[in-house]
């Protein structure tokens, strides 16, 4: 490309502080999400949306936002959709600010409710999108800021060791329940974080994913036995359970039929608009 020729489609700013602000300590989809609105949003006013305001759908921003593992197409679920916009309203807007520091009035979007789908408002899209109010690259040190930079992520990812109790179990790879993210229902007996849900997709599907939840949703049920993580019960004792499955089904994994409830996939059914993805009741609390 010649550095004469013009990229079309305009551009976005993204502040170099990025990589020490809460959202880079997210799953990967809390980013994504994040810089889909900033590509989105108007630059300039148009018809009824103000500059910084973007219209959009849970499942446009589902179709929009999915990646591939291989050749497998991945699409987030609403659940995860939610949970994502739910923690941009809360969380500052400054990609410098901790969310300990975080206002009702610093927040990253607000929402407001439309006709098949949703109006989002970015907040300070006017400051983070002007490059006026930004430091140049050449009024500060380079090693400086790399070093406090390292410094900043090192002591936010540290984590908090005054509790130990001797045993090691909390440190076992397999163990990505993260304190920080809050579990997800994803069946009446079985709660997961996004980030543990993802990658039972990753590992085995989507069908295989819920099917082991329904597996252990099941159980719980019947038995009354709770865990104190339902994802470390899955890696224990249900992966096994669903692979016998398979293999008593000549190793083809077309998905066991289901008990005859009236619920199709024993995933939690929200009421709500339908042409939005079901949204929950009082997703639309601060619009």
Not at 35 to 54: D, M, N
Not at 127 to 149: C, H
Request: aromatic fraction near 10%; glycine fraction near 8%.
């Amino acid at each position: 490309m010649d550095e004469n020729d013009i990229i079309p489609g305009g551009y976005i700013l993204l502040a170099r502080k990025i990589t020490d602000s809460d959202i880079w300590l997210k799953p990967p989809l809390y980013l994504k999400i994040w810089i889909y609105f900033l590509a989105k949003a108007q630059h300039s006013p148009y018809k009824k949306l103000k500059k910084g305001e973007l219209f959009t759908s849970i499942p446009e921003i589902q179709e929009e936002c999915f990646w591939y593992v291989g050749s497998r197409k991945v699409i987030p679920t609403k659940d995860q959709i939610f949970q994502v916009i739910d923690w941009f309203r809360r969380a500052s807007g400054d990609p410098s600010e901790s969310n300990a520091k975080a206002t009702a009035k610093a927040t990253m979007i607000t929402t407001a409710k439309a006709t098949r789908g949703m109006t989002v408002s970015i907040s300070n899209y006017c400051i983070y999108q002007d490059s006026k109010y930004y430091e140049s690259n050449g009024e500060s040190n380079p090693e400086s800021n790399a070093a406090t930079s390292s410094k900043a992520r090192r002591k936010q990812r540290q984590p908090d060791t005054n509790n130990k109790n001797g045993k090691n179990d909390n440190n076992d790879n397999e163990d990505i329940n993260n304190s920080r993210e809050s579990k997800v229902k994803f069946a009446e007996f079985v709660s997961l974080t996004n980030v543990e849900y993802s990658a039972l997709v990753t590992q085995f599907g989507e069908h295989g994913a819920k099917r082991m939840i329904e597996i252990l949703d099941d159980y719980k049920g019947a038995s009354g036995k709770t865990y104190k993580s339902d994802y470390r019960a899955i890696r224990t004792w249900v992966i096994n359970k669903y692979q016998e499955g398979i293999q008593q089904k000549g190793g083809l994994d077309n998905g066991i039929r289901r008990k005859s409830t009236g619920d199709k996939n024993r995933l939690p059914q929200r009421t709500g608009d339908k042409d939005q993805g079901n949204i929950p009741d009082g997703f639309w609390a601060n619009g």
